[in-house]
């Protein structure tokens, strides 16, 4: 069987070895790829390295690591600055697509997550879903759109008849109300009440969301306002 010596060159068509294709799948991170993407698109090093928010040593390294890897050259480097090579940009101009392809992926996984994880259904009066929800959203790290709980706005009565339904795993309101059977609650921030299924205990995002809730309080109550 034919086999090319190192100074032989071959078709495109041929297979590259396991040493190159494979290696260059196993070895590459998406960071060294996306900075010669963003060498094309910008015209230097140093462009780059602003706009990747990172040092021009360490975008002049990676480049070096696909060199290696690719064992193609790249960029050309000299007084004048830094620009593609040849191999470089038709490199950069696959990546571009690979990138896309990524980005795509990145996603696609992202709205499978938010399908698959279920939300906190949450029921809260109407100046509470207003003016304390989203700080306490915040603090808990559910303001992100894909964990992001489901809300329904309802007097107070509405909201405990929501939680003692279990069509809302809690609910807050912003005035006194009578707990019936089944429900159980707590004054969490100032004039503020959680409510929650008697038969159940605040677990899991709902303890996280409650305990913002409870730290945002803290200020208020060293300043005199408990």
């Known amino acids: 069987m034919w086999v090319p010596s190192p100074c032989t060159p071959t078709s495109l068509s041929e297979p590259i070895a396991d040493s190159g294709l494979s290696a260059v799948l196993r070895g590459t991170n998406l960071a060294a790829l996306d900075v010669l993407v963003s060498v094309a698109r910008s015209g230097s090093l140093s462009a780059t390295a602003r706009e990747q928010g990172v040092s021009q040593t360490a975008v002049s390294a990676r480049v070096r690591a696909l060199e290696e890897l690719l064992d193609l050259p790249l960029v ?3 007084r004048e600055g830094t620009r593609l090579t040849q191999d470089g ?4 101009m696959d990546l571009v697509a690979v990138m896309k392809t990524i980005d795509h992926l990145v996603g696609t996984v992202g709205r499978l997550h938010s399908a698959a994880a279920p939300r906190l259904r949450i029921a809260a009066t109407p100046t509470v879903a207003a003016e304390r929800l989203p700080s306490w959203l915040d603090l808990a790290a559910l303001s992100e759109p894909h964990r992001r709980p489901r809300l329904r706005v309802a007097p107070a009565t509405g909201v405990a008849r929501t939680v003692l339904s279990c ?5 807050f309101v912003d005035e006194p109300v009578t707990l019936p059977a ?12 959680v409510l929650w299924p008697a038969a159940r205990r605040l677990l899991g995002v709902a303890r996280i ?8 309080a803290e200020p208020q109550a060293r300043a005199g306002y408990s």
Request: aromatic share 4%.
């Open 76 to 78: 050309e480097r000299s």
């Open 167 to 171: 069509t809302s795993d809690v609910g």
């Open 209 to 216: 969301l409650v305990e913002a809730a409870t730290r945002s």
């Open 89 to 92: 940009k038709v490199v950069a």
């Open 182 to 193: 089944g429900l159980s609650g707590s004054e969490v921030s100032c004039g503020v009440w």
